[in-house]
């Protein structure tokens, strides 16, 4: 059976966790910009919800079901994120680190304005529902 609350939040209710993780690959590149050998990562954020969205439609019933959170679905592998990718760098450094400071930084306020918007157009819908209840 399909979940009514999923399916009108839409994509925007897929897209959030996903935008704070691809936050925080990011935030993590940034804390790291002086470890020798560290390299850039990232999230292939379409990809990543393209398969979000497939998950939460077969999840309507014609998924397998899982009996414990132990269980492996598909396209999962225990702890890692099949989407995560190692960024190169434009100019790469004596020590290897990939991480570019200042293309971190604008990726950054990029993802931030982006998780923004994908906040703002749930709270749209949340408070469309509310006023549907209410009347008011």
Known sequence: MSNPIASYLGVHADA???REQRMQLIASNLSN???PGYRAQDLDFNAALKAAGAAR???SGDGMATTSEGHIRSGEIAGLNPFQITREADQPSLDGNTVDPDAERAAYGRA???YRASLSFLESKVKNMLTAITGS
């Open 33 to 35: 910009v002086d470890t």
């Open 57 to 59: 439609e077969s999840a």
């Open 16 to 18: 959030l966790p996903l």
């Open 112 to 114: 931030a304005l982006e």
